[in-house]
């Protein structure tokens, strides 16, 4: 005997929004045909994770200073030498539009 339900994507969905994390974790696995593990996120990598993303925002903090600095140095050469801002007359140019 088989049994057939027909689902709306939005019943899916709605379905989907009401499982827990585990849960769609576990959903995930079996659509993807990954094998399911018992400890679904391991507590030991909770602080490796807050960890990365703790030394990601610290890197993209040095690279925005640097840039800026970068920037700053520069502002004098696009100011006063037309090649360097010879092109800045497109700018308004749609290039993209079909005519």
């Known amino acids: 005997m088989t049994l057939t339900v027909e689902l709306t994507l939005d019943q899916?969905?709605?379905a989907i929004r009401r499982?827990?994390?585990d849960e769609r974790v576990m959903l995930f696995r079996?659509?993807?045909n990954q094998p399911p593990s018992e400890q679904l996120v391991p507590k030991?990598?909770?602080p490796q994770v807050?960890?990365?993303?703790?030394?990601y925002v610290t890197a993209r903090a040095e690279l925005d200073r640097e840039l800026a600095i970068a920037a700053e140095a520069l502002l004098p050469d696009y100011l006063n030498d037309k090649?360097?801002?010879?092109?800045?007359a497109l700018d308004a140019e749609d290039f993209?539009?079909?005519k």
Do not use: M, W
């Open 50 to 55: 807050t960890e990365q993303k703790s030394d």
């Open 44 to 46: 030991r990598a909770v």
């Open 30 to 32: 079996l659509i993807t």
């Open 96 to 98: 993209y539009a079909e």
């Open 19 to 21: 499982l827990t994390p």
């Open 12 to 14: 899916i969905a709605d």
């Open 83 to 88: 090649e360097l801002t010879a092109f800045t």
